[in-house]
């Protein structure tokens, strides 16, 4: 009679299979949730331009340059100047003028532009790897009427920036996953590595990390340019993409995961029949001589290997979070060097937690016999990842922030508070996890009955009560009597052996649940682990909001460049009186002057002349001039029309930056008498 393996319940089956699939699920649903918070608003921002965004130049620029609040990487065709007409002015070259901590580019004009309005369309991809993009005119002379219509499409929006957000963030669940289970295994729960369930979880948290990077990879291209999908099959926009350091962390981060398969293949392989197969109790004592310095060899060959694998399971962890570190919004900026190391520490901690914690509610319900003693090496595990991630947060934070102004008066600042709320939440419910962990009773054995061998011909019948089974069931055979008299019955009846092999799984679950609940502590630790994932949740949620805002430090900077350039006179008309004497008769008198509203951008003049008397004083020509000279602007001439005896007007003259302008009126008495008067007044 040839013996076969047991083959396990299908109650157990059906758990394994489950619990590991509603893991990821979890995590694809906190994907589907990043994806959903949109694109993201980059950390690079154009902070200025040159000419301004709707300034009004006496001549035509020689140049047009964009500052950046941070590095930025552009194209051939990045910066597009168009004529009113909708035709290319630019050279198409692009020049690097960045110095320093200015981050500033530009492309040059052909000569001899005529008067009108200039559009600029720019399009980036920022340090930290979202496309940013944005538009402008400026107008030479004075504004005209312009055919040119601006992108609605915002960049790294629309299908194609939703498809790379879930595979952006579906790739950090599946490290999350990935690591986090990887070291319950090894650092807490070694027979683990022999546990079907556990083996699921790691290997489909590998290949969701892996498609999800390739899914990247070969949908940047698009991202960061058309946002068509069509442009995925663009080979030489693939090649463009490698040359980039998205591109290259990407490929880093597929040979990593191709060499981090061997280490998986040996953690499943030898590692997991080792601790599968390890003696355990009293089985020890009936070893020889030879026996024990044979289990000495084997325990120093284990040691190496468990040696091997925490080595290379570290180096492939803080390898794949570099990938990240490296190429996004830690690479750049204040402190890069410290930032990149600081960042791969708050990942690998993160995913030590939660993916930690993952692994352990996978093991709590689909291994009720799992050690006490591995639920409390995770717990302390799980106590020094969170004191990583607060030291680690907290530079983070002091990092993006600057002040503790930006704490509260920014977006990026209140979410961090709530942030912080959600996370001592979190630690809260992860004390109450360490408390039930202390109340721990040795995991209960498993019933015989639940494996029962897979050469019984038809799975027994079951009593209606659990507590009945185990009168019903062989302790030699785990088959019920009923079920071998059913089974001789109806050998040919399929449909009454479906309903006994349905029956047998009921019955075998419920023995599963009564070991799994037999110690109280176990089940309360259970639901505090569960509730630690809700709240976690909660807070990598949160944190997605967190990488699409501006950060407060970033935002501090902007506001300051707008404070600087902001009006440095009320909101009100400019007047002014100057007197003149041209030196004939009837030379002598005042011009007054209103310039409203006295701000950039468009005005309305009014010029009266007045005689010494105070009456009206009719003059054959009255010219004004705007001049700003320390930014070499202008002259910028305005020819009032005669509005009536005394006075007159001219609509929309544009004054585009703000400043100290010299204004020169200049005022002719006779065919020869004529002189300039000027003075100097603030615009904001």
Request: charged share 15%; hydrophobic share 50%.
């Amino acid at each position: 009679m040839t013996a076969t393996a047991p083959a396990p319940p299908p109650a157990r089956v059906r758990a394994a299979a489950v619990l590991p699939r509603l893991a990821l699920v979890l995590a694809a649903l906190l994907a589907l949730l990043f994806a959903a918070a949109g694109p993201a608003s980059a950390h690079a921002a154009l902070t200025a331009s040159d000419p301004g965004e709707g300034a009004v130049v006496a001549t035509a620029p020689a140049q047009v340059t964009l500052s950046f609040s941070e590095k930025v990487a552009l194209g051939e065709d990045s910066i597009r100047v168009l004529d009113p007409r909708g035709k290319r002015v630019d050279t198409g070259e692009i020049r690097d003028m960045c110095s320093g901590s200015t981050i500033r580019y530009g492309t040059a004009l052909h000569s001899g532009l005529p008067d009108g309005t200039y559009t600029v369309a720019w399009q980036a991809v920022s340090a930290d790897s979202h496309p940013i993009a944005g538009a402008f005119t400026f107008s030479i002379g004075a504004p005209s009427e312009t055919t040119v219509a601006l992108p609605e499409r915002q960049a790294g929006g629309g299908p194609v920036g939703a498809a790379y957000g879930l595979a952006r963030y579906t790739a950090y669940a599946g490290f999350t996953v990935l690591v986090g289970a990887c070291a319950f295994i090894l650092a807490c729960w070694r027979r683990g590595a022999a546990v079907r369930p556990m083996q699921k979880l790691v290997l489909r948290a590998w290949v969701v990390l892996t498609a999800a990077t390739l899914a990247m990879l070969v949908l940047r291209h698009p991202y960061t340019g058309s946002g068509n999908f069509a442009d995925v099959f663009d080979l030489a926009g693939l090649k463009a993409v490698l040359a980039t350091k998205t591109g290259a962390a990407l490929v880093s981060r597929l040979l990593l995961l191709g060499a981090a398969a061997l280490f998986i293949a040996v953690l499943f392989g030898a590692f997991a029949r080792r601790h599968a197969t390890a003696p355990e109790g009293g089985a020890a004592a009936a070893k020889t001589a030879a026996d024990e310095q044979d289990g000495k060899e084997d325990s120093r060959d284990a040691a190496d290997l468990f040696f091997g694998l925490a080595v290379a399971g570290s180096v492939f962890a803080a390898g794949i979070a570099a990938t990240w570190a490296l190429s996004e919004h830690a690479s750049t900026g204040l402190q890069s060097g410290i930032a990149m190391p600081v960042d791969v520490l708050h990942l690998l901690a993160a995913a030590a937690w939660l993916g930690g914690l993952t692994a352990l509610l996978v093991a709590l319900y689909t291994v009720p016999e799992v050690e006490r003693e591995a639920v409390r090496r995770f717990s302390r595990i799980a106590f020094a990842g969170v004191v990583v991630l607060v030291a680690t947060g907290a530079y983070q934070s002091w990092r993006q922030l600057g002040s503790w102004q930006a704490l509260t008066g920014t977006s990026y600042g209140r979410l961090l508070i709530i942030k912080g709320a959600l996370a001592a939440v979190l630690v809260g419910v992860a004390y109450l996890s360490r408390r039930w962990t202390a109340r721990l009773g040795e995991a209960p054995a498993v019933d015989a009955a639940a494996d029962v061998p897979a050469t019984a011909a038809v799975p027994g019948a079951v009593a209606a009560v659990p507590g009945a089974v185990s009168r019903e069931t062989s302790t030699e055979t785990g088959v019920s009597r009923e079920t071998s008299t059913a089974a001789a019955d109806v050998p040919g009846d399929p449909e009454r052996a479906a309903q006994l092999a349905r029956q047998r799984a009921a019955r075998e679950n419920a023995l599963r649940r009564q070991a799994r609940d037999a110690d109280p502590a176990r089940a309360g630790l259970r639901r505090s682990v569960l509730a630690e994932a809700a709240v976690a949740v909660a807070v990598l949620a949160v944190t997605t909001v967190l990488t699409s805002t501006e950060p407060g430090r970033v935002v501090a900077q902007e506001a300051g460049r707008n404070g600087a350039s902001a009006p440095a006179v009320p909101n009100r008309a400019v007047k002014i009186t100057l007197p003149f004497d041209t030196g004939g008769v009837n030379g002598k008198g005042s011009v007054r002057l209103e310039l409203d509203p006295g701000r950039t951008g468009s005005n309305t003049l009014h010029v009266w002349a007045e005689s010494p008397d105070g009456a009206p004083l009719d003059l054959p020509e009255v010219k004004v001039a705007f001049t700003l000279p320390a930014k070499e602007v202008g002259p910028l001439p305005a020819s009032p029309d005669r509005a009536g005896p005394g006075h007159w007007s001219a609509p929309g003259v544009q004054l585009p930056l703000a400043g100290e302008w010299r204004i020169d009126v200049t005022v002719r008495t006779s065919e020869i008498d004529q002189t300039t008067v000027q003075k100097t007044v603030k615009i904001g």
